[in-house]
């Protein structure tokens, strides 16, 4: 798990993080435990999932980008600032 940390965003997870934050729509199971170890959602004693900070981040952006220049988003997202997506 630890290098998929590491590799950022991938589209899949993007796209599962918009469609939480835009619908409430769950996330995959082959994509939660990434997602949570990611630090970008959480899960609630009810099992519903919720995104967290840089979820959200993530998500914004998604907006205004392109998704697949996005999955390039280093996953240490205080670099945020000195990397610029084109």
């Known amino acids: 798990m630890r290098d998929a940390v590491l590799a950022g965003p991938t589209p899949a997870e993007i796209v599962a993080l918009v469609r ?3 619908h409430g729509s769950g996330v995959p199971p082959h994509l ?9 959602i959480m899960i609630t004693a009810d099992g519903s999932a919720l995104l967290t900070l840089a979820g959200r981040v993530l998500v914004d952006q998604a907006q205004t980008v392109d998704i697949d220049k996005l999955a390039g988003t ?13």
């Open 32 to 40: 939660t435990l990434p997602l949570i170890s990611k630090g970008w």
């Open 74 to 86: 280093p996953a240490n997202l205080t670099a945020w600032g000195a990397h610029q997506v084109a």
């Open 20 to 22: 939480l934050a835009e």
